[in-house]
């Protein structure tokens, strides 16, 4: 149950895009349409911002996207706002336990 | 509105057991997997265990497998996590939350804080 991989950090500017990344292998992220990112900001529960690779629960801007090309599965936000400024993890279905979840290790996103 | 109340951590011994409910509300209980997330202190998620509707298939984290035991009441909308032998590594806080699909969780609890320390 390794987990998947994450860059630690990474920074935009208001009104840009930034793109995380989230590499695991076949038995995860590339076997499975089940990835799902969550955002959490400092002392709060993570909340669910795309699940089944690119579904947005309701809620959710439509500046947060999903995609997923083989074993890399990433995260999209466009138009930086201030709020946005979160630690973000990605997570996959794995065939490696019964109802088995693997989370990426966490990218910290500064909004500069 | 889904509610998510985890309960029953603490501060407990090296090697001694603790056990934490959920009790959930805002859905319907037995319709749904349910699952146990924790997050040691600065650092990241890390799935623990899940626990299907009907409890018929339940998966654990390798790093608590024999020592955790997951379990629900559907009659009594909780989840469970009986923590045995419990580890220094162990200290996290622990949330509760629910399953949608396979692996995904649309709702969280606050977390409960469990302390492993002598």
């Known amino acids: 149950q390794s987990a998947l991989t994450q860059p630690a950090s990474v920074s935009g500017s208001p009104g840009q895009s930034i793109t995380i990344s989230c590499t695991g292998t076949?038995?995860?992220?590339?076997?499975?349409?089940?990835v799902s990112w969550y955002q959490q900001h400092p002392g709060k529960a993570p909340k669910l911002m795309i699940y089944?690779?690119?579904n947005r629960p309701s809620g959710v801007p439509d500046r947060f996207s999903g995609s997923k090309s083989g074993n890399t599965a990433s995260l999209t936000i466009s138009g930086l706002q201030a709020e946005d400024e979160a630690d973000y993890y990605c997570?996959?279905?794995?065939?490696?336990?019964?109802?088995?979840?693997?989370f990426g290790g966490g990218t910290k996103l500064t909004v500069l | 509105e889904v509610q998510l109340v985890e309960s029953g951590g603490g501060l407990v011994q090296p090697g001694r057991s603790l056990r934490l409910s959920c009790a959930a509300s805002?859905?319907?209980?037995?319709?749904?997997?349910m699952h146990w997330v924790r997050q040691a202190p600065g650092k990241g998620l890390e799935w623990v265990s899940g626990?299907?509707?009907?409890?018929?298939?339940?998966g654990y984290a390798d790093s608590v497998k024999g020592r955790f035991t997951i379990s629900r009441d559907n009659a009594k909308n909780s989840l469970y996590l009986q923590m045995n032998s419990l580890r220094a590594e162990d200290t996290a806080l622990y949330y509760c939350?629910?399953?949608?699909?396979?692996?995904?969780?649309?709702?969280w609890g606050q977390g409960t804080l469990v302390t492993v320390s002598s």
């Open positions: 626990i299907s509707w009907n409890s018929g298939s339940i």
């Open positions: 805002g859905f319907t209980f037995d319709d749904y997997a």
């Open positions: 076949s038995s995860d992220v590339g076997g499975y349409n089940y």
């Open positions: 939350a629910k399953g949608m699909g396979f692996g995904e969780f649309d709702y």
């Open positions: 089944e690779v690119s």
């Open positions: 997570s996959s279905y794995t065939s490696s336990s019964t109802l088995g979840v693997v």
